[in-house]
């Protein structure tokens, strides 16, 4: 279900609405030799594979958007030599969209089991379980859609960057398009992604960082839904891992704060933090050694 809603939720919305796409596209300056640009965009993507095929091995549920972002930002800075390369009006999304994913996902899973709690306190609780145990597919598959058109865009733009980069048309905004076959290529590896692997990042978060029940699955699934469409069409890259931890934090914390083991839960945003410095200087060392000897 998860692998078919990514990649209808990349489709459907890449159709209506690219700015995440646009955002990604805009964030970094390559300059102006194609060969350079080239080798660098490659550094960067092979420095990315590396910290998230690491992160999956261990089991660390790190934010694949912000090993992009950071693996871009790094490989430009090392080709441009400067700070220069980095064009802070898209840039700074980023920056929101960390906040959003952060604070809106946490403070609607608190809210929302709150709610549910009170809106269902005088049910019968196995047609209650019952209920939410359906209602937490249909959100589970709404975050999987969302999920698919957050991702997808990111991805697809790197695409895009490459072909212009190729082809010496400079990378302007305005002139970037996402052709359907695109679309259709990146929706198909996503659906094989989420369809092959992840089992240890869904144990990490799902069991061992807080044990929920169907209504609080719910409930976080659906806090996760509504953060990434407010992200999705305003244009913020967020992390869909992120947001959907950080949302299921705050509805374990709605419950009990103890209930959260906050062990696990450091350990994880200590990992979102490196990610930014560790990716991006990972992307920078990458390029300097492509550009030597390539």
């Known amino acids: 279900m998860a692998a078919i809603c990514n990649f209808v939720g990349l489709l459907v919305i890449s159709l209506i ?3 995440v796409a646009a955002t990604i596209f805009g964030m970094v300056d390559f300059g102006d030799d194609p060969q350079r640009a080239l080798i660098t965009l490659m550094a960067a993507m092979i420095a990315i594979i590396v910290w998230g095929a690491a992160a999956w091995w261990f089991g660390i549920p790190t934010s694949q ?13 090392a080709l441009m030599g400067s700070f220069d390369a980095i064009n802070w009006n898209e840039w700074i999304k980023v920056i929101y969209g ?6 809106m996902g946490f403070c609607l899973g608190w809210v929302f089991f709150r709610l ?10 196995p047609r209650a379980n019952r209920f939410f145990r359906a209602a937490q ?3 589970g598959a709404g975050v999987a859609f969302m999920h698919g058109a957050q991702d997808g865009q990111k991805f697809m733009s790197i695409f895009i960057l490459a072909i212009m980069m190729a082809a010496g048309m400079g990378t302007n905004t305005a002139s970037m398009v996402l052709p359907l076959w695109l679309m259709i290529l990146c929706a198909i590896n996503m659906g094989l992604g989420t369809a092959v692997g992840g089992e240890r990042i869904i144990k990490s978060v799902g069991v061992d960082m807080v044990k929920l029940e169907a209504v609080q699955g719910f409930a976080a699934s659906l806090s996760t839904c509504v ?4 992200a999705t069409f305003g244009g913020m890259p967020v992390s869909t891992t ?16 103890k209930s959260v083991k906050w062990s696990i839960a450091i350990d994880m945003v200590k990992t979102w933090i490196l990610t930014f410095p560790g990716c991006g200087l990972m ?3 990458f390029a300097k050694v492509f550009l030597i000897f390539l």
């Open 283 to 285: 992307g920078f060392i």
């Open 98 to 103: 960390i906040l959003l994913s952060t604070l």
């Open 65 to 77: 958007s912000h090993s992009l972002i950071a693996g871009l930002t790094g490989a430009a800075i």
């Open 227 to 230: 953060s990434l469409v407010v």
């Open 17 to 19: 609405s690219p700015a």
């Open 116 to 125: 549910l709690r009170i809106v269902f306190r005088n049910a019968d609780r």
């Open 242 to 257: 992120h947001t959907n931890t950080t949302a299921i934090m705050g509805v374990g914390a709605s419950k009990n704060p």
């Open 137 to 139: 597919v249909a959100a």
